[in-house]
């Protein structure tokens, strides 16, 4: 579904990612994990667009993106939940989600996936007329992935959710991730620090070190890897 | 006082006209377009010529307002943009503003010419007025109350109530975050350009029919107390822009009525110089602001 063939992406002469690539298959849930500065969040914006200055090509559903816009790449249906979650503060939690099914033209349809996001996160709907500024963090994070299911995706790009959240808030949230793509058929490909709650739910992992893939396989098997005991689960 | 209320309120919204126009461009990209007060006048303009060559008023009203809207977007897509994808600095943008500006005021010289038109009896309120119990209204007073109070209701339904008035919002939040969206960020501000271009143009003829005339140099001190009308009111706040278009046009009328009218046009300055020292952030503002 989605081919990510020697990707180099710079900062103006800092090289970034130094050629990586991967695939997500339809269906599937793929972990990238890596530490701080790794290059994950600069994968995930590459991929949507944000970032330009990249080698390599990118194709969705057999089609190169890497000429596309940022938005022309959201309404194929590659929407990337971005780090720090990115809801629009001076927004309500009720028009981050109209946003989110901005693509939409059918006005219903925003509508009803707007509900089917209030069944997920049911705390959203309790604060569906607040300034999303105002929320926690945890509750900031399901709204950004919220927002992100109503543009009804084929594939979600998701940035450390687990990133500050309690425990008990991230396990919600992963059990959410786990059930999206279950249930409602969304390819994820999720990037994060934790990896051991991103190899338990994920089919295939690939490792990040600075901007390299160093190691990559079927998550079951990988987390039981001497290399990836030592330096990402700290056994 | 009926008299002079309605003065210091149709000077106050027509500055809030044009002031919102700054604020909002703002709002979305921290950009202070000083050939703003251009579009109010070619707005005028385009509304007296429409009116001379015999166009009923309601529909030169309309052509005021497209051109103010066609202009500012033409301003944005052709000066800014660019300058924005390249990243240049503010700098350039100001620079760019200004060249906007004088080659606006100086394209009336070859269109339609260098002297000031007057309307005379084409102005369609010419030396109208309405009797309010004892007070006698110019008509054109009352007229710009109401128009100014119809288009803020119409602004504030369409930023706040209309899908495009939502991205604007997250565009002005985040352009990055928004195209996460599927939103196009140069299509949202490029309408931002016309909203506040639009409502300068109709100021720009508000204004040609109550001064009679239309000249070349007409929106730049207009402009200049606009722009410091949205500054009093905090920058980027749309109704900061409505109140502090209000507190110069009161201001002004006050100083004109206990007879120091030399001061009229000092008053905005020193008024901005004030607000820059004691509260940058606005007179209006109380937490953080809703940009756009
Ligand atoms: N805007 C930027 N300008 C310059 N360098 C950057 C920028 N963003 C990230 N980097 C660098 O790129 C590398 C990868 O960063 P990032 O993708 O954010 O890592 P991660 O998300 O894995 O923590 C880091 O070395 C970081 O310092
Ligand atoms: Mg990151």
Redesign the pocket.
């Known amino acids: 579904m989605l081919v990510i063939e020697g990707l180099k992406s710079y900062?103006?002469k800092?090289m970034?990612?130094k050629g990586i690539s991967f695939n997500v298959k339809e269906g599937e849930i793929i972990s990238i994990i890596?530490?701080?500065?790794?290059?994950?969040?600069?994968?995930?914006?590459v991929i949507s667009g944000l970032l330009r200055d990249i080698e390599g090509n990118i194709s969705f559903m057999g089609k190169s993106i890497v000429k596309f816009k940022p938005y022309e790449i959201a309404k194929l249906g590659i929407i990337h939940v971005p780090?720090g979650r990115g809801v629009f503060p001076n927004l309500t939690v009720y028009e981050n989600l109209e946003i989110g099914g901005y693509t939409i033209k059918d006005k219903k349809r925003v509508k009803s996936n707007i509900e089917k996001v209030y069944e997920i996160f049911p705390r959203l709907l309790e604060r569906r007329y607040q300034k999303a500024g105002t929320l926690s963090g945890g509750e900031q994070q399901m709204l950004a992935i919220g927002r992100g299911l109503i543009a009804e995706p084929k594939i979600l790009l998701l940035?450390?959710p687990s990133l500050g959240l309690a425990p008990i808030v991230v396990k919600e949230i992963f059990k959410v991730i786990k059930k999206i793509n279950r249930e409602d058929k969304v390819t994820i490909l999720l990037?994060e620090?934790n990896a051991k709650i991103s190899m338990e739910i994920s089919e295939r992992t690939y490792v990040?070190e600075?901007?390299l893939v160093v190691k990559e396989g079927i998550s079951s098997q990988l987390i039981n890897d001497d290399f990836v005991k030592k330096a990402y689960l700290g056994l | 006082m009926t008299e002079q209320l309605f003065n210091a309120l149709s000077l106050g919204f027509t500055y809030s006209l044009i002031s919102l126009g700054y604020s909002m461009v703002y709002g979305i990209i921290n950009l202070i377009n000083f050939a703003h007060g251009e579009f109010f006048m070619l707005g005028a303009y385009a509304g007296v010529i429409s009116l001379i060559i015999g166009i009923p008023w309601y529909i030169s009203f309309f052509i005021s307002i497209i051109v103010g809207a066609f202009v500012s977007t033409f301003v944005e897509v052709i000066g800014y943009r660019p300058l924005r994808e390249k990243n240049s600095g503010r700098l350039t943008a100001l620079i760019t503003a200004i060249s906007f500006s004088l080659f606006f005021q100086n394209f009336i010289f070859l269109f339609p010419g260098a002297d000031l038109i007057g309307l005379g009896n084409r102005n369609p309120m010419h030396g109208a007025v309405i009797t309010v119990g004892d007070f006698k209204i110019p008509l054109i007073k009352f007229f710009i109350f109401v128009v100014t109070i119809f288009l803020l209701i119409l602004l504030i339904l369409i930023v706040y109530r209309t899908k495009i008035g939502k991205a604007m919002r997250a565009v002005a939040f985040s352009k990055d975050i928004s195209s996460l969206m599927g939103i196009n960020p140069n299509f949202v501000i490029s309408f931002t350009f016309a909203l506040g271009g639009g409502l300068a143009g109709a100021a720009g003829f508000l204004e040609a029919l109550d001064k009679n005339q239309v000249y070349n140099f007409m929106g730049v001190i207009p402009g200049l107390k606009a722009f410091i009308a949205a500054v009093v009111g905090g920058i980027g706040s749309i109704s900061g822009a409505v109140a502090g278009g209000i507190l110069i046009g009161f201001l002004e009328t006050i100083s004109v009525v206990i007879g120091l009218s030399f001061i009229k046009d000092v008053i905005s300055f020193v008024l901005l110089i004030l607000i820059l020292i004691l509260k940058p952030s606005g007179l209006f503002l109380k937490t953080q602001r809703e940009k756009v």
């Open positions: 900062y103006g800092i970034a990612l890596g530490s701080n500065g790794a290059g994950k969040t600069t994968t995930l914006r780090e940035d450390e990037v620090q990040l600075t901007g």
